[in-house]
């Protein structure tokens, strides 16, 4: 048999016809102007791997602080740029052959992951609070990440005064699968956003110049729960997909509620089975939970927020959950509307347990970074109370809740990262006895943090657990309301205790220090506490920001 006629069995067989000779090959369509603040962002950091493989080694750490700080300003132009541009809301479209959503909740939530990025970026580049090492500055992390703690070739990588500058690269990259994340409009773009995003976290929680082991440790039972909650997703996409025949959203959402037009023959038996739409949907979820860090997807946090380099800490704590969220909402409003009831129940039971949970294991913490992390377990389920409201105002103070916590957590762990003894960050809560006598200012500051984490009013907490009760109110979630209402009083509980720790204790002899920083993690600091006060006194502009931001596009 000739190849010709082989190739032609082939084709046939296979249920594909050969094209004509006259038929061209039709090239996708790409909005290039639509994914700008992406496309820069993911070209910077590639720029940056080059930097590292050609710019002398005196040399990089600024020109990567440089780029790194120039990629996300500009990209935040970019979003405001197409936000002006009615991209938020008249022009809000599918991009990218349907694998992207250019809309008021995708612009939102980009331009707060790049604000919170560009600010976490700066306690990145903070090389002043640790001592000088063979006459180097240096920074939180690693001289050599690739040599065994402890050993010879860390030892002259610290004489040499290496620094680990890859960090910056790294972080554009992660910022990169965040701002896609939210934005995804077909699963499997949103599985490689969750992915592109996930893989340097793992990197950077590895990588302190301290605690080296408890570092690595960190990121080792990151990456592990990381690949089961991917796995999770993965089969998720896998039996939605056998549901709807499709990964697009549009797609999938018109199989579930029924709306679709033509059937496809070979679909026929499956889309009558709602066992693979609820299997798949809940796996999904799950996928999506462990990054919110939801109970009881949550046992990662307290270990990786303890052990990774504060500056990741802080933000990863921010923008991952400001990613991780605009992707649930999506899933949620856009893919799901038609299964409101039937998982109803089960969001109502996650996040009652994240709530109540979060507040509870906190009291018993004794280091503020893990105090910290199930403090962000807390805000997890409160926002949660936002994400089942089922409601345009529960996008909206949801969208408000994420932007206002994002700063707070960003900078009190820059705070964290000033409090210091010889062995490094003093993070045990005994240590910080008595800081508010030491250093009046810096324990003034956290308590502003700790305030609003609290939800005091006057303070941007308030305002977004107002928002975000409110709308579960409205949305017919009353009782939620009353668990988070109690939680936040447990929660208070241990917010105030630091407070009268740090204000009301004699300082002990022996106690750390308060390093003091460059303008950089200042400025962190500064733009930290005054977002957290603009936006608990007048922030009525940013709740109708986030309002008219709140609609998807479908």
Not at 142 to 164: I, L
Not at 258 to 272: E, F, Y
Not at 328 to 354: E, F, H, K, Q, S
Request: glycine share 10%; aromatic share 10%.
């Amino acid at each position: 048999m000739s190849a010709t006629a082989v190739h032609s069995l082939w084709t046939t067989v296979g249920g594909v016809t050969s094209a004509a000779p006259d038929e061209k090959f039709t090239a996708p369509v790409i909005e290039y102007t639509q994914l700008t603040p992406v496309l820069i962002v993911i070209g910077v950091a590639v720029i940056g791997v080059l930097v590292e493989a050609f710019v002398p080694r005196r040399a990089r750490y600024h020109t990567q602080v440089f780029l790194t700080v120039v990629a996300l300003v500009a990209a935040f132009a970019a979003v405001v740029g197409l936000a002006a541009g009615g991209y938020g809301t008249t022009k809000a479209h599918i991009a990218a052959m349907g694998a992207i959503a250019v809309d008021g909740p995708a612009l939102f939530l980009q331009g707060v992951i790049l604000l919170t990025s560009l600010v976490a970026v700066f306690t990145f580049a903070e090389r002043r609070l640790d001592p000088e090492s063979h006459g180097n500055r240096v920074d939180s992390f690693a001289a050599q990440a690739a040599s065994v703690p402890g050993s010879d070739s860390e030892k002259a990588a610290v004489k040499a005064g290496f620094t680990t500058t890859e960090v910056f690269p790294l972080v554009l990259f992660s910022v990169a699968g965040m701002l896609v994340f939210p934005a995804a409009n077909d699963l499997l773009t949103l599985f490689v956003a969750l992915e592109v995003f996930s893989l340097p976290l793992y990197l950077l929680c590895a990588v302190a110049r301290r605690k080296r082991l408890m570092s690595q440790e960190s990121a080792v039972k990151y990456f592990l729960l990381g690949a089961f909650s991917s796995a999770f997703l993965l089969f998720g996409i896998a039996l939605l997909y056998g549901y709807a025949g499709s990964v697009s959203y549009a797609q999938i959402a018109t199989v579930v509620d029924g709306s679709i037009q033509k059937i496809d023959p070979a679909l026929a038996d499956t889309m009558g089975n709602d066992a693979l739409l609820l299997i798949g949907g809940a796996m999904i979820l799950t996928g999506l939970l462990f990054k919110v860090g939801a109970v009881p997807f949550h046992m990662w946090t307290p270990d990786v927020y303890q052990g990774a380099p504060t500056p990741v800490t802080g933000f990863m704590a921010a923008a991952t959950k400001v990613a991780a969220f605009g992707a649930l909402l999506r899933l949620l409003y856009v893919v799901l509307p038609g299964l409101t009831w039937d998982l109803r129940p089960v969001m109502w039971g996650v996040a009652i347990v994240t709530m109540v949970g979060g507040a509870v294991v906190a009291i018993t913490q004794t280091d503020i970074k893990r105090l910290l992390a199930y403090s962000s377990i807390a805000h997890a389920g409160f926002i949660l109370a936002g994400v089942i409201a089922a409601t345009p105002e529960g996008i909206s103070s949801v969208l408000f809740y994420l932007g206002t916590y994002s700063f707070v957590t960003v900078g009190a762990f820059a705070v964290v990262t000033l409090v210091r003894d010889a062995g490094g960050e003093a993070t045990h809560l005994s240590k910080w006895a008595g800081l508010g006598r030491r250093s009046p200012l810096v324990a003034a500051v956290f308590a502003v943090f700790l305030l609003a984490f609290a939800g005091i009013p006057l303070t941007s907490g308030f305002s977004g657990k107002f928002a975000v009760f409110k709308a579960a109110a409205d949305g017919g979630a009353g009782g939620l309301v009353v668990v988070g209402v109690i939680s936040s009083a447990i929660a208070a509980f241990f917010y105030i205790r630091v407070i009268v720790l740090m204000f009301f204790s004699e300082p002990k002899a022996d106690g750390p220090t308060v390093a003091v920083p460059s303008p950089l993690t200042m400025t962190t600091i500064a733009i930290g506490v005054a977002v957290t006060v603009v936006l608990g006194v007048a922030p009525q502009y940013f709740l109708d920001l986030a309002g008219q931001a709140g609609t998807f596009v479908r």
